[in-house]
Each structure stands twice: as structure tokens, then as C-alpha cells.
T-cell receptor
Framework: GAVVSQHPSWVICKSGTSVKIECRSL??????MFWYRQFPKQSLMLMAT?????????EQGVEKDKFLINHASLTLSTLTVTSAHPEDSSFYIC????????????FGPGTRLTVL | AQSVAQPEDQVNVAEGNPLTVKCTYS??????LFWYVQYPNRGLQFLLK??????LVKGSYGFEAEFNKSQTSFHLKKPSALVSDSALYFC????????????FGGGTRLMVKP
């Protein structure tokens, strides 16, 4: 089946620093990738949708300048949390699909971000 | 707008007993429905999906789900629960008129006790 990886799997950083999270589709080309945020014991909240070669579409309430998304190729999307603060601590999950009809999204394993 | 409801925060069942995790949805067009499972500190694993055809869908690990259009439901079921099935389960819907965006339910924690 289709595999999506994320790197790093967990990261601890100091407040004020920026953190980049990578999402890769390993055995298929992902025309669309999605970034989600999940708080403890809660559901996934869609942050943004990124299409290769174009600007990401952010959901209402998500700061574009804080959560920078770059979908540079058909197999890689990155999420950069800029000037991170403790309230940005969360579990970030990406997903990808190939754009085929009926295709389900394939999810990465998630990245645990802790901002001190 | 599309939405998904999982009315139970937690479902408790004894090992060997049948389990049901409930899900209802709302979409304007025809729904694509999905179930995912999440283990602690892990991403989501795909279990099964309904797109069209037979209302009873069989998926991974012995799970199945029944699409009921009149009740707008897509309950997840398994005839005999295992302790290893204990996890967080998410139902999701995609409106086939609304692109690729998935809307997730709030999740249901399944606890299977030996």
C-alpha cells in the first residue's frame, strides 16, 4: 500500500525557534497533501491543504505566517512552525493522496512537537 | 457543509464480544465514508471505506461497517473483539462534490477488557 513518512517523529525546541516537519509520499506521487493538528484526546483538525506547485489553502483560524507550508514536489511537503511557542505544542499529522478517483488519504505517523 | 458525529467518547467491551462504534454523517452530495484507527502517538491507519456498491464493507483486522443511507450512518463493527483492538477510532466523510477534504468525527476510544 501507499506509505507516507514524516520526519522528525518528535522534536523538542525552545520558545522562539522555528521547526520544520517533512511529509513524504514514498511510493506514489501526491498531488495533494493535508496537514492536521491533534490535541490530546481530541480529533484531527485540518490546518491546510497543499497542492504541488501552488500556495497552500489554510483553514479559518490558522495563521499563514506562523505555519508555513511548502509543497515543493509531488513527494514532499513541509510544514514550518515559525517562532514556536508552548501553545504550538501538539501532534502534527500529514496525509496525502494521489488524486485518483475514490482514493483514500494515506496518513503519516505524526510528529510530536514540544515547545519549552 | 459536511459533518460527522461519533456520539460515544468511549466504548467498553469484553474480549470475545461483538463491538459497535457508531458514526453518523451529513453531506450535501453522495458520501465517501472512511474508518481509521489510531494507536497512541501514532498516525492514522486506514481500516475501510465505502464509496459505492454493497452497503456492507469489509476491512482490515476483521472489521466491517454498514452504510445506511436512510439513517445516514456508517457504524463500525466486529463480531469478536480482541484486547489489541483497544485504540482510538475515527470516522470520516468526504463529500464527492467537495474535493478531497476529509471531515473527521471526534473519535471514539475503544477499550477491550480481557
Amino acid at each position: 500500500g501507499a506509505v507516507v513518512s514524516q520526519h522528525p517523529s518528535w522534536v523538542i525546541c525552545k520558545s522562539g525557534t522555528s521547526v520544520k516537519i517533512e511529509c513524504r509520499s514514498l511510493d506514489f506521487q501526491a498531488t495533494t497533501m493535508f496537514w492536521y493538528r491533534q490535541f490530546p484526546k481530541q480529533s484531527l483538525m485540518l490546518m491546510a491543504t497543499s497542492n504541488e506547485g501552488s500556495k497552500a489553502t489554510y483553514e479559518q483560524g490558522v495563521e499563514k505566517d506562523k505555519f508555513l507550508i511548502n509543497h515543493a514536489s509531488l513527494t514532499l511537503s513541509t510544514l514550518t512552525v515559525t517562532s514556536a511557542h508552548p501553545e504550538d505544542s501538539s501532534f502534527y499529522i500529514c496525509s496525502a493522496n494521489s488524486g485518483r478517483v475514490y482514493n483514500e488519504q494515506f496518513f503519516g505517523p505524526g510528529t510530536r512537537l514540544t515547545v519549552l | 457543509a459536511q459533518s460527522v458525529a461519533q456520539p460515544e467518547d468511549q466504548v467498553n467491551v469484553a474480549e470475545g464480544n461483538p463491538l459497535t462504534v457508531k458514526c453518523t454523517y451529513s453531506v450535501s452530495g453522495n458520501p465517501y465514508l472512511f474508518w481509521y484507527v489510531q494507536y497512541p502517538n501514532r498516525g492514522l491507519q486506514f481500516l475501510l471505506k465505502y464509496i459505492t456498491g454493497d452497503n456492507l464493507v469489509k476491512g482490515s483486522y476483521g472489521f466491517e461497517a454498514e452504510f445506511n443511507k436512510s439513517q445516514t450512518s456508517f457504524h463500525l463493527k466486529k463480531p469478536s473483539a480482541l484486547v489489541s483492538d483497544s485504540a482510538l477510532y475515527f470516522c470520516a466523510v468526504r463529500d464527492n462534490n467537495a474535493g478531497n477534504m476529509l471531515t473527521f468525527g471526534g473519535g471514539t476510544r475503544l477499550m477491550v477488557k480481557p
